[in-house]
């Protein structure tokens, strides 16, 4: 697979010859035989635009838009895939004074080895292309001959100190959690990373995938189809990380697997989901015991499912909060959880998730709705959203601030939210106003916004206790 270095620096771009890293560089990926082809270009003031207008060649010295950032130089790289490129790119110089952007090229038929030989010679591009694909196809059926060969003669005579692969301890010990490191490879965005390995690895359908993220059906298939199409295109490959890459997939596992729990929490009927988050959690966070941010993880699902057997009554009716009997709640857990998010806190690098245990342990360890600390809880919520902002930490907010200082309070910061659009089609949205409404009084503006829940809810276990509120509202 070929791919394009395009070496970017910040400022101007320099003349005269390359250092001696960079031709320390060239000398051992020529010896490798990775480079085909590059060479440094002159600065963009030295440059020549060319554009056709109406027929008219329009020409202008220099680049076409100023801009900071230069292109310095290229490099054409033949590697196996997007794994080796990144590892030959990391290992240029300016990798660390400037960037390097990969782009791997299109699979044009045209452009293979030997494509174009063979396309003079037979004067039939067609005809040529499968003469390539015949020759390609011989090619790998005697390599696999050879492979077997070596096989047999490995096994009949064994190489001292050299290890079988398969037989070395895996970097993941858990054969579901080392694949979802597989799939959360960092030349993906963080949200393609979450959708495929929630899709390939938890089952879910795009429709759930699209709840999740807080986007329509059709959205979440069209990220989901470029994502697949990158993967193609680049060719990034399907292979464990090593131990030492882990740690910057963390952040994507620990995404996928706090979606995987909540979905298994939401009431949906998906309980062994959420068991199974809790499990990889815990196997996360005896493989990297020093991640506080994978403690933090650990903590928060065992403080909110220690009231799983609470929230749902024999019916399988939502109970809210208040009106749960927190007899029920499993205080085991809740230590654990508490005892957990304490080891966490001790190292000073609080996150995200550390932040919304610290949330869970104020609700599970208060005696009451009542006496909980809502003042605490909503500076919680503040921190959070300094850290991980976005519309839904605000709306959680908002529900702390209404029983810290008053539902008034609360609603002027949930209004806010519905007029900036970005919860649009959220069904908590109106669910959290309606109740917020309901508490100050203003019983016809509470049942319109019940209904607007009621409409966007997907989940009967939801629409049923939003139908009890509503009626409630009645006389």
Request: with cysteine.
């Amino acid at each position: 697979m070929r791919y394009l270095m395009m070496v970017i620096v910040d400022g101007d771009v320099t003349d005269g010859p390359a250092g001696p890293e960079i031709e320390a560089w060239v000398a051992e990926m020529d010896g490798r035989g990775v480079r085909l082809f590059g060479n440094r270009v002159v600065a963009p003031a030295e440059a020549t635009t060319v554009r056709v207008r109406d027929g008219e060649v329009l020409l202008t010295d220099g680049p076409y838009d100023e801009t900071t950032e230069q292109m310095g130089g290229f490099v054409i790289i033949e590697c196996a895939d997007l794994d080796q490129a990144i590892e030959v790119a990391a290992q240029h110089p300016m990798a660390h004074r400037g960037r390097i952007e990969l782009r791997p090229f299109w699979e044009d038929a045209a452009a293979r080895p030997g494509s174009a030989a063979l396309t003079r010679l037979t004067g039939d591009r067609d005809l040529a292309e499968e003469c390539a694909q015949d020759a390609f196809a011989q090619a790998l059926r005697r390599r696999a001959v050879e492979a077997d060969k070596l096989r047999e003669a490995a096994m009949l005579s064994p190489i001292e100190g050299v290890a079988d692969p398969e037989d070395e301890a895996p970097a993941v010990p858990d054969d579901r959690l080392r694949l979802m490191f597989t799939c959360c490879h960092p030349a993906l965005s963080l949200e393609a990373q979450v959708a495929l390995t929630l899709r390939s690895q938890a089952g879910l359908s795009t429709a759930e995938i699209a709840r999740v993220f807080l986007v329509s059906e059709p959205t979440m298939s069209q990220r989901l189809v470029r994502a697949d199409n990158k993967i193609q295109r680049s060719r990034i490959p399907f292979r464990v990380p090593p131990a030492h890459l882990l740690p910057g997939r963390l952040e994507s596992v620990l995404t996928v697997l706090y979606l995987l729990f909540n979905e298994g929490y939401s009431g949906g009927g998906r309980v062994d989901l959420g068991r199974e988050a809790i499990r990889l959690a815990r196997v996360l966070a005896a493989l990297m015991p020093d991640e506080p941010e994978a403690l933090g993880l650990l903590a928060l699902m065992l403080l909110h499912d220690a009231r799983r057997a609470a929230r749902q009554d024999a019916a399988g009716d939502l109970v809210p909060l208040e009106e749960q009997d927190r007899g029920a709640w499993d205080r085991a857990a809740i230590a654990e959880g508490a005892e957990i998010l304490e080891r966490a806190l001790r190292r000073q690098r609080a996150g995200k998730y550390q932040i919304q245990a610290a949330i869970a342990a104020c609700h599970a360890c208060a005696p009451s709705v009542a006496e909980t600390d809502w003042p605490q809880i909503a500076q919680l919520y503040a921190r959070l959203a300094r850290i991980a902002p976005g519309p839904v930490v605000e709306l959680n907010r908002a529900v702390a601030v209404a029983m810290a200082d008053g539902p008034a309070a609360g609603l002027s910061l949930v209004d806010a939210l519905r007029d900036a659009g970005a919860l649009a089609g959220y069904h908590l949205l109106p669910a959290t106003r309606a109740d917020l409404l309901r508490r100050l009084g203003r019983v016809a503006e509470a049942a319109e916004a019940y209904r607007e829940a009621l409409e966007l809810s997907g989940s009967d276990a939801e629409r049923r206790y939003l139908t009890r509120r509503l009626a409630s509202l009645t006389p």
